[in-house]
């Protein structure tokens, strides 16, 4: 969004300010110019006039551009008594001195992740000026003017899921460095013209500690209600804390996708060693959007179905059984088809019941050793709606033949039937469909 500066303005403001130390502004008040100029590392901007991207505790967002016409947002510290409307006493000087505390570890944040184009004190007030690049319109602009469908939401959870973890992971540093980054929040997200996604605002973002989640305690920051419940406590920053605000966004935002929606619930959980790490939603995500080799995609559908099927005080994906997934083949495939069944539940369940069945059927897979004789028994059972599962879908033949149509594409039933030269259930003979299901009846549990 570039807007208009014309030539003759860049000639006589070049003029004025190529002596100039850095930290200068040319005012519109001064130069009677349709625009101000600010000079920052020697460089340059013209300042848009009268709009302002945003405004927080500490300062406001503006426009500005080169003489070239690339675009850049500018930070700009409150500085001084005419923004107060009052003259600068203690408390408001020390509110001053933190905002520009706040701008210059920001400013480092941002040279570490290359994202800063400038950084200088203006010399005319006490204002401080950060100039980093623009990274796109705002998230809300975004969602407001998309019509997303499932799929469109699963890919812009994945992109938000995967930026979260290169910063946690310290991918996006130049140094390594992870943080956390502590104010996660609609308005510090933009997408740009080929949607990525990216954070702004690193104002309260903090290095992590050496720690797996990389704890920082006794720190309590960040915008009311995005703020984890152990942050508002005064118990802690983490990973898990942006994990925590990055579920309300879902919830926020995610209206259409039901695996969305119980993801956001599991991110909100009150208890943080509850939340799943990046790396695992990012491996369901992956699994919703299907974007692996089939090898590696049945593995992380097997993983998402874990992760649906904990509950509140059932954590199931801890390291024994996501090794399990890795080492039997047999529990995988069981799982992956369950995911399968869950995703695409509408017009398979009837409320709620067919899900929460599915999940209990999902525990009792990996929560327990079974053999492979049992976990076929097992799934009979939750296929027949018998043993255990005896009250499973009662009456609807309809959640009967979707189960048998998922467990029979994924050759969850080649010891009981005839699997046809990989044809999917849907796509059999109305007679071999019937046949398929008198075999699966006929077997004795």
């Not at 505390?101 to 040279?111: A, G, Y």
Request: a positive charge; proline letters at 2%; glycine letters at 6%.
């Amino acid at each position: 969004m570039p807007f208009h500066v014309d030539q003759k303005e860049w000639d006589v403001v070049k003029e004025y300010l190529m002596d100039k130390p850095d930290g200068t502004k040319y005012s519109r008040k001064m130069s009677r110019l349709p625009h101000s100029f600010i000079k920052l590392n020697n460089q340059i901007y013209a300042v848009q006039p009268h709009a302002y991207l945003g405004k927080g505790v500490h300062g406001k967002s503006k426009l500005v551009q080169d003489e070239e016409g690339h675009i850049f947002v500018a930070k700009i510290t409150y500085g001084d008594a005419s923004f107060f409307k009052m003259p600068i006493n203690s408390y408001l000087a020390h509110k001053l001195g933190h905002a520009n505390r706040s701008l210059k570890r920001e400013s480092k944040i941002l040279n570490d992740i290359n994202l800063r184009k400038g950084y200088n004190k203006r010399l005319d007030v006490r204002k401080e000026v950060l100039v980093m690049e623009y990274l796109g319109e705002a998230f809300v602009h975004f969602i407001k003017n998309q019509k997303l469908n499932n799929a469109d939401e699963a890919e812009l959870a994945f992109k938000l899921i995967k930026h979260l973890d290169d910063l946690h992971t310290g991918n996006l540093s130049k140094t390594n460095t992870r943080y956390i980054h502590g104010d996660l929040k609609e308005d510090n997200i933009t997408v740009d013209e080929q949607q990525n996604i990216h954070f702004v605002d690193f104002g309260l973002t903090k290095r992590a500690t050496d720690s797996r989640d990389g704890l920082i305690r006794g720190v309590r920051q960040g915008t009311v209600p995005y703020m984890a419940p152990e942050t508002q406590s005064y118990q802690g920053l983490s990973f898990k804390s942006d994990i925590y605000s990055m579920g309300v966004i879902f919830k926020n935002n995610f209206k259409q996708n039901i695996i969305l929606k119980e993801l956001a619930a599991i991110m909100t959980h009150e208890d943080p060693e509850q939340r799943p790490s990046t790396d695992l939603l990012q491996k369901t995500l992956i699994a919703l959007c299907g974007q692996v080799d089939y090898e590696e995609l049945s593995q992380y559908k097997a993983i998402a179905a874990i992760l649906l099927a904990s509950s509140s005080d059932q954590k199931l994906w801890n390291e024994m059984n996501l090794q399990k997934i890795q080492s039997n083949e047999i529990v995988c495939k069981t799982l992956a088809a369950c995911f399968e069944y869950l995703r695409k539940s509408k017009g398979v369940f009837h409320g709620d019941l067919g899900r929460k069945m599915t999940k209990t059927f999902i525990q009792n897979i990996i929560s327990n050793n079974l053999t492979t004789q049992e976990i076929e028994q097992e799934t009979m059972h939750f296929l027949q709606g018998s043993g255990k599962y005896q009250q499973l879908f009662s009456g609807s033949s309809h959640h009967k033949s979707s189960r048998l149509s998922f467990l029979y594409d994924f050759g969850l039933l080649n010891n009981y039937v005839a699997h046809k030269n990989n044809i999917p259930f849907a796509s059999l003979s109305k007679d071999e469909r019937k046949n398929i299901e008198r075999q699966v009846k006929q077997f004795k549990l």
